[in-house]
């Protein structure tokens, strides 16, 4: 018997799709759409056969299609019904337990990230605290789309182990959009890694040894202080400015402690949002020649620019080949797929390949080629100009809340790009960790500022006094709403508030 439900197939002996694609593409576009909603069953092959005057097997073909796309689930004796998404069981649906930490001077990097995911995860909890991009942004349909179109392309080989150095149309479409920014490199140049956070880990293990000395931004990427922790490496804090890494304090460091790497992230640095000007790069590009001072050059948020490009990367200004460059497409894409990559100065290739080899093999195969799809068919550039138009949003909604609602006394960075921007309460009120017990009972989180920070600077006032606000999570409103709650809590730890 058929379904009551009114929704009709029409074939078109003129279409060039074959009459089992026309049939499952009319009966996915219905289901997409919610014609077709979830658990409703759909006519017995024969009925539907008979019904369109097609062959039982085109229906069936159909069927098959569909179920392998994950829109129908077929049970013999039963039939086949929409797929209720809800009804798969291995979704961890419970939001997770009430935060636990309550004692945030205590965290270390690694104990706040998972603090902060779990917050991500509470639909009670505005968090601005997390280092992510919005998920209600991410490309979830054009993912879905490449995944499954891979597949059917590719078939089993695409589960197999891919070539250690990466699948050559995903470095070759990074060599293309490289050459964008000005760094032109051959494409098996381009090492693919899990991620950027592999590449920078993979960079430090095989460049540095016990003993030697780096010197990273302060504040800095947390992970790469987590990296950097009980590995033997002496890590020295370079200061910033509102224009990045300071180039005039340089010298005086690389004296005393004689680093072998100085680790930077000039485009929309994670925590400040601070992006570093040209002249600036030019010039630490020159005293790190002049020192044989490698550079470890993270860029993961130069996709982001809100305003106009950034300038180009460290990597495209240096004669030198003295920059290892990392960059990924975590924060502009999918976090979810892990793939970043990393360039070598030439004569560091090979020791890098073979690292990677040691440690990871290769990076998923079907991630890679999904992106390079997704590449190809532009679909990566237009998800970048929509996630930029909404980021400005955010952007501008967070500025203002801040504008209307903070005390006196406090500032903040204006990013061109990137997902952060950098809080300075005002000195001698309530400390950010202070602030942060208050918030989170009223029901908004961030990322205290000291751990952005060297263990033996975290008590400094900058770092006491700071903290990292993800601006890109929520729709203005709820922003608004957030910074309103942080306002709030200010006033509750102690602190003034503006009269108004
Ligand atoms: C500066 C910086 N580098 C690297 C990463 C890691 O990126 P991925 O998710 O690609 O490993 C992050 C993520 O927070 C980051 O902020």
Redesign the pocket.
């Known amino acids: 018997m058929l379904p009551s439900n009114p929704f009709e197939i029409r074939l078109d002996r003129n279409d060039p799709r074959p009459l089992y694609r026309q049939i499952k593409d009319a009966l996915a576009a219905a289901i997409e759409s919610g014609e077709l909603p979830p658990s409703t069953r759909l006519p017995a092959t024969r009925a539907l056969a008979q019904k369109l005057g097609v062959d039982r097997v085109t229906v069936v073909t159909a069927y098959n299609e569909l179920a392998a796309e994950g829109l129908i689930q077929s049970h013999v004796g039963r039939g086949s019904f929409v797929l209720d998404p809800a009804s798969l069981t291995g979704r961890h649906e419970t939001p997770p337990a009430p935060p636990s930490l309550r004692a945030p001077d205590e965290w270390t990097a690694h104990n706040f990230n998972r603090e902060m995911m779990r917050l991500a995860r509470r639909p009670d909890i505005i968090t601005f605290g997390p280092?992510?991009p919005a998920t209600d942004l991410l490309p979830a349909d054009d993912y879905r789309f490449a995944l499954n179109a891979v597949l059917r392309r590719d078939g089993p080989e695409v589960l197999q182990y891919g070539p250690i150095e990466g699948h050559p149309p995903l470095q070759a479409a990074i060599a293309e959009e490289l050459a964008g920014f000005g760094v032109h490199i051959r494409p098996e140049q381009a090492l693919i890694?899990?991620?950027?956070?592999?590449?920078?880990s993979l960079a430090m293990r095989t460049v540095l040894r016990t003993g030697d000395a780096v010197l990273v931004e302060q504040p800095t990427?947390l992970?790469?202080l987590d990296l950097l922790a009980g590995s033997g490496i002496e890590a020295h804090p370079a200061p910033c400015d509102e224009q990045g890494a300071r180039a005039d304090a340089l010298p005086e460091l690389i004296e005393r402690h004689r680093p072998r790497l100085l680790y930077l992230?000039p485009t929309y640095?994670?925590p400040t949002g601070v992006c570093m000007p040209l002249a600036r790069r030019r010039e630490i590009l020159q005293l790190a020649a002049a020192h044989h001072l490698l550079i470890l050059e993270?860029d993961?948020?130069r996709h982001l620019w809100l305003d106009a490009p950034p300038p180009p990367p460290l990597r495209a200004l240096d004669p030198a080949d003295n920059v290892i460059y990392?960059n990924?497409?975590?924060?502009c894409l999918l976090?979810g797929a892990?793939?970043?990559y990393l360039l070598a100065p030439q004569r560091l290739h090979a020791e890098l390949e073979a690292a990677h080899q040691t440690l990871d093999l290769t990076a998923t195969e079907l991630s890679q080629r999904a992106l390079a799809l997704l590449f190809e068919q532009s679909r990566f550039r237009q998800h970048l100009e929509r996630v930029r138009a909404a980021y400005r949003e955010r952007r501008r909604a967070m500025l203002e809340a801040l504008t209307d609602y903070m005390p006196p006394g406090a500032s903040w960075t204006r990013p061109a790009g990137g997902?952060f921007l950098w809080l300075r309460l005002p000195p001698g009120g309530p400390s950010a960790t202070t602030l942060y017990v208050h918030a989170l009972d009223l029901g908004v989180a961030f990322a205290p500022g000291h751990l952005f920070y060297l263990p033996e600077r975290v008590k400094a006032d900058d770092a006491a006094h700071s903290l990292r606000l993800n601006f890109t999570l929520y729709p203005p409103p709820i922003i608004r709403d957030g910074i309103r709650r942080l306002a709030r809590a200010w006033e509750r730890a102690g602190g003034e508030l503006p009269s108004s």
């Open positions: 280092g992510m890694t899990s991620g950027a956070e592999q590449a920078l990427y992970h790469v992230t640095q994670n993270d993961v948020y990392v990924g497409y975590s924060k976090p892990r793939i970043g997902l």
